[in-house]
């Protein structure tokens, strides 16, 4: 029997007053996260929440989503975190496609209107029965015609509760992909599957239990729930809350805090690395002092960036490699192992990995293949999507997508996304071979690649690029300087200067978003 709120009450026996969660000033500590969550999970079964059910929840990086969180887990139900990012379209999809029985949503404000969004897409919605809405203040009455407040339930419900005992095989968390390709799946996971993997990165990250840890990642997103908030909660640490990522607050909040480990995915690095502090108060040297280890994982982190940040802050950067599907931590570059930069280091303890030709075969050391993997934190499958899954966990491995290869000393490195691959006169191009090469460019701050449709070779090279500052270039400049670093097949023929990129909510360039852009221009 396993139950992942255990790893709340555990923290709150061990470490009742020390603060949990820290946001905007104020501290809240292990005993007042597990009371709320405990006073929520009445609230749930007042209602009609039973074990097995499901229940949404959106909501920013506050307090209240760890008091969500586990307090839906106690009541023996699957959390379903939704993106604050969604619109009431796809909200109503997400509620009907997981069979939500409530959907607990925060507020929002003017520039980010997700309680409305959240609602509208509710009422979309009859198999969703109550909404419960997250008002800024606790007291605040509901700015929306149905459902109640958390505020309001939490006030009238008893502070005591016995967690329901769950299956360690039993459903914890469905949490949905970014749907690159089709309508977005909800991988389900398990009691078991997320408590491994909290356990994992708490040792992976060496977490102490004076460590501060700093979380701008989405919780919505399994990477911050799992890696930070589940793993400082595991370990009894101090969580800094960020709802949004902006460079300058975050290096505020690092020295301010006397945060220990960041974890981030590469475009926040790539911001931190960019931030003037010859425009701010703020100094290197005093972030250098608290920060002791930082994580990138989400996507393949440029080495340049890493070779550039570590030399400006005087920290390692781990790279790891995860997906929702494993929970998500899969490999690692493990603190007392050697550190390659680029690799995305070796399998994490009970995984195993393998690189596959497209008979499933397994390839050489060096050769290029899909990256499988299998251990306790694989997926059951995605929700209600059995054809889908017969695929993708055939043979007992889960089968990523992502192309790898692995050198003599068991290292893996990602080489790009199976879907991502242009092929150019019948050659594989791998965009981000081509962008590894593009970022060293003394101009070039950021770059994505993509394939485009060509009328005689299939498909050209074209690069999105973004500028320094101030720098002053031309495209035939950019392809000439790539073109003499990279084979002749390989560099871009079309460069693009942008201003940015476009991003998911979890920092991750969104390259269907370009390719969008081409098929309109060609329409």
Known sequence: MLN????????????????????????????????????????????????????????????????SYFGILKTGASVVPLSILLKHNEVAYHLEDS???????????????????????????????????????????????EGSTLGAILAGSPGEFETVRTSAEDTAVIIYTSGTTGKPKGAELTHSNL??????????????????????????????????????????????????????????????????IFAGVPTMYWGLLHFDFEKSNLKIKDVQKTLRTCASGGAALPVQVLKDFESKFNVPILEGYGMSEGSPVVTFNHLDQERKPGSI???????????VDEHDVEVPVGERGELLYRGHNVMKGYYKKPGVNSVVLRGGWLHSGDVAVKDEDGYYYIVDRTKDMI????????????????????????????????????EEVKAFVVLDQDAVCTEGEIIEWTKNRIAAYKYPREVEFVASLPMSATGKILKRELRKQIEAKSL
Not at 345 to 355: A, N, Q, S, Y
Not at 423 to 445: C, D, K
């Open 99 to 145: 069979e939500a029985k409530v959907f607990i949503c925060f507020e929002g404000s003017e520039a980010l209107p997700m309680g409305e969004e959240g609602y509208q897409g509710f009422t979309l919605v009859n198999t969703c029965e109550h909404f419960i809405c997250i008002t800024a203040k606790m007291d605040d009455s509901s700015p929306f015609a």
């Open 345 to 355: 280091g070796t399998p994490v303890w009970g995984v195993e990995v393998k690189i």
């Open 423 to 458: 092929i150019r006169g019948g050659l594989n191009v791998y965009p981000r071979e081509v962008e590894e090469v593009m970022i060293q460019h003394n101009y070039v701050s950021l770059v994505a690649v993509i394939g485009v449709p060509d009328e005689k070779l299939g």
């Open 4 to 67: 992942l709120s255990v790893i709340l009450e555990d923290s709150a026996h061990r470490y009742a007053e020390k603060p949990a969660f820290r946001f905007s000033g104020q501290s809240y500590s292990y005993s007042q996260i597990n009371l709320l969550a405990n006073k929520l999970a009445n609230a749930l079964v007042k209602i009609g929440v039973k074990p097995g059910d499901k229940v949404a929840l959106s909501c920013p990086n506050l307090p209240y989503f760890p008091i």
């Open 195 to 260: 408590a491994w993997n909290a356990d994992l990165c708490r040792h992976l990250f060496q977490f102490q239990t004076d460590d501060v840890l700093l979380t701008v990642l989405p919780l919505f997103h399994i990477f911050g729930q799992t890696c930070l908030m589940n793993a400082g909660v595991m370990h009894g640490t101090t969580n800094v809350l960020i709802p949004r990522f902006e460079a300058e607050a975050v290096l505020t909040s690092i020295v301010s805090e006397g945060v220990s």
